[in-house]
């Protein structure tokens, strides 16, 4: 009998200075269902997982970077790992509205153990995401 693996989704919440811009943002930019929500507080399903973007103006933004394969990746970031078709229609969607990448879309570690397509944005209140995607997932992890 074959198995499967469910994983279960995390949960992540994080500040933004606006909950109206958040709600643009994730979304209408990037599609995500709103769930619950309050005046200082909104669900997303991002990806089949629950991000809060909750009021909290005084602790947005990302502060510090650190070197990765060549660029200062967001120290404080999130994100999700799409299938490569999905990346890159991602990718062409966000270049399309004009979105300000902190990373442009690229391959990172070309044609090492976990080369990987990603790129960052930030949302509006300054908080980093990356989305990123392997041409086999199974390189995820891969040392």
Not at 1 to 30: C, E, K, N, S
Request: proline share 8%; net charge negative.
């Amino acid at each position: 009998m074959p198995t499967t693996t469910t994983i279960p989704p995390f949960h992540l919440a994080f500040p933004v200075h606006d909950i109206a811009q958040a709600r643009r943002f994730y979304g209408d930019l990037l599609g995500c269902p709103e769930g619950r929500s309050a005046p200082d507080w909104v669900d997303f399903n991002f990806y089949g997982h629950q991000i809060v973007a909750h009021l909290a103006p005084d602790e947005v933004g990302h502060r510090s970077t650190s070197a990765v394969d060549g660029h200062n990746v967001p120290v404080r970031h999130f994100g999700a790992v799409l299938p490569m078709e999905q990346w890159q229609a991602l990718a062409d969607k966000l270049a399309a509205a004009g979105t300000q990448f902190v990373i442009e879309p690229h391959i990172r570690f070309k044609g090492e153990v976990g080369e990987q397509a990603t790129m960052f944005f930030l949302d509006p209140s300054g908080n980093a995401v990356e989305f990123k995607a392997f041409a086999n997932l199974d390189a995820l992890f891969a040392k």
